[in-house]
């Protein structure tokens, strides 16, 4: 399901109000990026195992529905990507919520499961993994596997590795990472290991700007392959797993 985005008619998007409707964001899903990952190579030539999502999926990121969500919506972002694979990969459920979940319904739903104040919505409060696995559950049934890796190279290359491979070969669904000192939100959808260690397939949902194709994205940085020993080693981190191996379409 790789298409071309939908163009805009010329290089300016409207990030101001005209994209609200009394406090309501406008879903513009219907231009976004679809499976940026894929056609980016290997980053290694003689890997030992590669694993990777399954499935399509939208890309969200910074201000693509009209909102300036810049500084604290990445963690909303990475979920409502999540949630846009759940929509294209899983057996829906009858009476339950398709489309990917807006930023107010995220901040709603919080609210309303007693997890967050009355206050948090609106709001501009960063949300996490813990969050992530909340909302994935609240709208679609999917539960999800928080597992927590201490800072150190050590626990990177291996607990998080290992725990990667294994949910991809099982779910195949995206996985959203995040964590203390290194506290910005990112999907993570593939693994790569070597001789001399992983990469992380990272989709990063803090661009912001028109609407790039895949290529583009691509080019920029922002999806890529990351070395693990890259990440913040004095961080730790937490991974939030969909467990759908009993949803797949």
């Known amino acids: 399901m790789d298409k071309k985005l939908m ?5 300016e998007i409207d990030w101001g109000e005209s994209a609200a ?15 940026v990952h894929t056609g980016l190579p290997y980053p290694l030539t003689n890997h030992v195992k590669c694993s990777l999502m399954k499935g399509d999926y939208l890309y969200f990121h910074y201000g693509c529905d009209g909102q300036d969500d810049r500084g604290w919506g990445c963690g909303y972002r990475t979920i409502q990507t999540m949630a846009s694979w759940i929509c294209n990969n899983c057996v829906p459920l009858k009476d ?18 007693g997890d967050k104040p009355g206050s948090f919505s609106p709001s501009r409060d960063w949300i996490g993994t813990f969050e992530a696995s909340l909302i994935l559950d609240y709208f679609y049934d999917v539960p999800c596997k928080l597992v927590h890796v201490r800072g150190g190279g050590a626990e ?16 195949g669904s995206p996985v959203m ?18 001789g001399d260690g992983s990469y992380l397939l990272v989709v990063d949902p803090h ?31 937490n991974l939030c797993m969909p467990q759908t191996a009993n949803r797949a379409t």
């Not at 009394?22 to 899903?29: D, L, P, V």
């Not at 290359?157 to 779910?171: N, S, W």
């Open 7 to 11: 163009a805009a008619e010329s290089e």
């Open 21 to 35: 409707d009394e406090g309501k964001i406008m879903k513009r899903t219907q231009s976004l990026s679809e499976s």
């Open 96 to 113: 339950k919520h398709t489309p990917p979940p807006s930023l107010p319904e995220i901040q709603n739903a919080l609210v309303t499961m």
């Open 156 to 171: 990177l290359e291996h607990v998080a590795v290992e725990e990667l491979h294994r949910h991809f070969e099982k779910h």
């Open 177 to 194: 990472m995040g964590g203390d000192r290194d506290n910005s939100s990112k999907g993570i959808f593939g693994v790569c290991t070597g």
């Open 207 to 237: 661009y912001y700007g028109c609407q790039l194709e895949k290529m583009e994205l691509q080019r920029r940085g922002w999806v890529a392959w990351k070395r693990v020993s890259s990440l913040d080693q004095s961080s730790f981190y």
